[in-house]
């Protein structure tokens, strides 16, 4: 944590958790094992990240394109959702964790919807940290539910089409919940983002490691963190902003108000 300094925090962090398959791959497991070593992944670098203070973290944990997977790999997938979000409840609870869920919810089986929404009406009230899971998410999906909510609104002329605006539109993203994505972290060597928070990651600082994701705890969170604030965020400003302010900040409360 000597790191980080910790007045300077990310509001929002995002992680896409690849590396599973391949850490399991490389020793000779199958890849089930990645995804039970990941769920204690998941579990260092939340606390991590309640330790630290940071507001929101919003994690990549199955995409709509995941669908396609082998089944006996997606049964195990939602099988280990089930378990953690009944392990994981003393957890949450104790430390103020409001859960979240984002993506097609509906497509999940009956019995893990029902335990996300025991869980997070559990906890909605909570205010220490927000902790968002992706599941059967997609960006371009996402924008695709929200443009027709605002089609749907226009044709029963509940808002005009002069009207629509960022705001208009933020306003029916659910991963904008918790605001726009400071700094989204990928583990597992890839350099891309693979269609996860399109929208609330215009601006946001991206940081790839080769670590895959089961190696991943919260040192690793801290040295991506260090690697964030050794940046200057600029929000297509310039250096040097008006009256002392620092342009970066005033970027960023520009796209939150938003």
């Not at 890849?31 to 998941?42: F, L, N, P, Q, W």
């Not at 260092?44 to 990549?60: D, E, S």
């Not at 940290?129 to 226009?154: C, N, P, Q």
């Not at 029916?172 to 890839?190: A, K, N």
Request: glycine content about 8%.
């Amino acid at each position: 944590m000597g790191l980080v300094d910790v007045s300077r925090l990310p509001q929002h962090v995002a992680i896409i958790m690849d590396g599973n398959g391949r850490w399991a791959q490389g020793r000779g497991e199958p890849r089930t094992a990645g995804h039970e070593r990941g769920a204690d992944a998941v579990r260092a670098t939340m606390r991590a990240a309640r330790r630290l203070g940071i507001p929101a973290l919003t994690l990549y944990a199955f995409s709509e394109q995941n669908w396609d997977r082998a089944p006996a790999e997606i049964n195990a997938l939602v099988d280990l959702l089930c378990e953690c979000l009944v392990s994981e409840r003393d957890e949450l609870v104790d430390n103020e964790i409001r859960l979240s869920a984002i993506g097609r919810l509906h497509k999940l089986p009956q019995h893990a919807q029902a335990r996300l929404r025991s869980l997070s009406s559990e906890t909605e009230l909570h205010k220490g940290m927000t902790l968002t899971l992706a599941l059967s998410y997609g960006g371009r999906e996402e924008l695709i539910d929200a443009t027709r909510t605002l089609a749907s609104k226009v044709r029963d002329a509940e808002i005009d089409p002069n009207d629509i605006d960022e705001a208009a539109l933020a306003r029916l993203l659910p991963s904008m919940d918790v605001g726009p994505v400071d700094l989204l972290i990928r583990t597992g060597g890839e350099q891309r983002i693979s269609n996860f928070l399109l929208w609330g990651s215009a601006y946001a600082e991206f940081y790839f490691t080769d670590e895959l994701w089961p190696d991943f705890d919260a040192n690793s969170l801290y040295y991506a963190i260090e690697a964030y604030q050794g940046r200057e965020r600029r929000f297509g400003l310039v250096p040097g902003a008006e009256d002392g302010a620092s342009p970066g900040a005033a970027g960023h409360e520009l796209e939150r108000a938003i």
